[in-house]
């Protein structure tokens, strides 16, 4: 089993930053593909970004915009939010699989329990 734990989120003002922290426990491995989620109310869970190994993914919300990073020895995965938007408002997930990284929701191995970024106007 794989325990994940996020931090980092809060409400902001339109064009501000954050970085969201995801630390996992149990069985870990840095062969893992570890990756963000996000669901806004009414809305479906939407990929955002992900990373295994020295390769990341982004999903089209992301790009320009985020960054992913992970630290290894720390079995830590961020995401870096600059220039933030009110529509990236929502729950953000952090995300483990065992494999090769797929953008699905429904492809996922384990789940934090997310974090709230709310993003004002």
């Known amino acids: 089993q794989v325990q994940l734990a996020e931090s980092g989120g809060g409400l902001v003002q339109a064009g501000a930053s954050l970085r969201l922290s995801c630390e996992a426990s149990?069985?870990?491995?840095?062969?893992?593909?570890m990756g963000w989620f996000r669901q806004a109310p009414g809305k479906e869970r939407e990929f955002v970004v992900a990373?295994?190994?020295?390769?990341?993914y982004y999903g089209d919300s992301a790009k320009g915009r985020f960054t992913i990073a992970r630290d290894n020895a720390k079995n830590t995965v961020y995401l870096q939010m600059n220039s933030l938007k009110p529509e990236d408002t929502a729950v953000y997930y952090c995300?483990?699989?065992?494999?090769?990284?797929?953008?699905?929701?429904?492809?996922?191995?384990?789940w934090g329990q997310g974090t709230q970024v709310t993003v004002s106007s």
């Open positions: 990373i295994r190994g020295d390769i990341t």
């Open positions: 149990g069985r870990t491995s840095s062969s893992y593909a």
């Open positions: 995300a483990a699989r065992n494999g090769v990284v797929q953008t699905a929701a429904s492809m996922q191995d384990y």
